[in-house]
């Protein structure tokens, strides 16, 4: 069963920076696309960031220029550098993954951020 689990949220000071991991088990094939989504209260879930192929990056024009997205291919593993962090960027994070093969998304269980003014 295949499993996404994030680690590195928690409380930080505005400006401060936090770095996302996600790492997944019991798969034996490579995510076509990587990727981390956030929701805080009372809003949709929206799109941070997300690496497709290994070439192609989104980032959400909310947090260009302070977050950054990379990806260890061999391990399946993804990566959110979170600088400048604002108190408008508290949420639970969600690491994504798609698979082609199977046309699914798999989904995280979440990780807090909390970011005090």
């Known amino acids: 069963q295949v499993q996404l689990v994030e680690s590195g949220g928690g409380l930080v000071q505005a400006g401060g920076s936090l770095r996302l991991s996600c790492a997944a088990s019991?798969?034996?094939?490579?995510?076509?696309?990587m990727g981390w989504y956030r929701q805080a209260p009372g809003k949709q879930r929206e799109l941070v960031a997300r690496?497709?192929?290994?070439?192609?990056?989104n980032y959400s024009d909310s947090v260009k220029g302070r977050f950054t997205i990379s990806r260890d291919g061999a391990k399946n593993t993804v990566y959110l550098q979170m600088n400048s962090l604002k108190p408008e960027d508290t949420a639970v994070y969600y690491c994504?993954?798609?698979?082609?093969?199977?046309?699914?998304?798999?989904w995280g269980q979440g990780t807090q951020v909390t970011v005090s003014s």
């Open positions: 994504n993954a798609y698979y082609s093969g199977s046309s699914r998304n798999y």
């Open positions: 690496i497709i192929s290994d070439s192609s990056i």
């Open positions: 019991g798969i034996i094939f490579r995510f076509n696309a």
